[in-house]
């Protein structure tokens, strides 16, 4: 299949290489010094926990013009960008689906905007990679497992989508978790990963710092459950299922799960690495979790004591 993957960051590296690997004829789009490298070096990406280098010669262009044809379309932005991007793909008259991957806390406005801009009306869905790590001098550095994860879906319950999709993930090293709205699956990720990127903050982007810190590592905890209750009362679901189980029963697992990732150089790329590059992207997101606190009149002085840490981090 003829895939675009819009935006080379870390994620979008990685879902290229593994595209391509399984035969998809794969193009990806960048822009200024990240185009130079991919087309001078090609696509290459250091799989750390597989401590093994690839190298991959990648089709690359610089935008997404009205006319050109992909059966699909991974936009892999930081939040920050996706809007500026918004004209360009609906403008596109010949991609049939555009999925967004990321933290996409606002996904109804821009599939609303989409319907209301495009005059093709693709279908639009959203995704989430299970992929961490840090861009290094011409290369990335990424950090997932043997099958990392994909969640997707969209904001209806539809699933008029799987075909393709599974078509696109066959052969490929991804598990494929399919949900029925993925707008409760982002704003739970978002009161999930905050308390991370407080901690990391706290730490000055060395969770080696505060990983004997027991007061500090169950704060984030505790955080975690005031953002899920939030959640619940604004009437989300909490997504995955389990999450809230796993917190209150299993909170000692939870706890030494937080310091061996804190201890070990998993929790520096892919906790602290991307919170020190992606600073704004962060403050993006606390901005959303303040939203939803004050939208719920609900009390959440442990996330109160460690956003602190962000707002005064020196970025």
Known sequence: ??????????????????????GHEVTILARGKRYEELKEKGL?????LQRKTTVDKINIVKELLIDEQYDVTFVVMQNLQVKEVLP????????????????????????????????SNPRILFGFFSIGGRREESKVISVHTKYPDF??????GKNDYRTIIEKIFMETRFKVHYHKNMDDFFKTHIALIMPLAYLAYMSNCDLKKIAWNKKALNTVIDAILEGCDVLVKLG?????????????????????????????????LAISDHCKSAYYEMEYLDRALLGLIKKSNMSTPNISILREYLIRYEH
Do not use: Q
Not at 44 to 48: D, S, T
């Open 1 to 22: 299949m003829k895939i675009l993957i819009y935006g080379a960051g870390v994620v979008g590296s990685y879902a290229a290489h593994e595209l391509k690997r399984v």
């Open 44 to 48: 290459g990406i250091r799989h750390w």
């Open 88 to 119: 360009a793909i609906s403008a596109n008259v010949r991609c049939p689906l555009f999925v967004f991957v990321g933290n996409e806390d606002k996904a109804k406005e821009i599939s609303e905007e989409i319907r209301k801009t495009s005059t």
């Open 151 to 156: 969640d997707i879906g969209d904001l209806d």
């Open 236 to 268: 989300y679901k909490i997504d995955p299922e389990n999450t809230l189980k796993l917190l209150k029963n299993h909170r000692k697992i939870v706890y030494y799960g937080l310091k061996i990732c804190a201890l070990t150089p998993v929790g520096r």
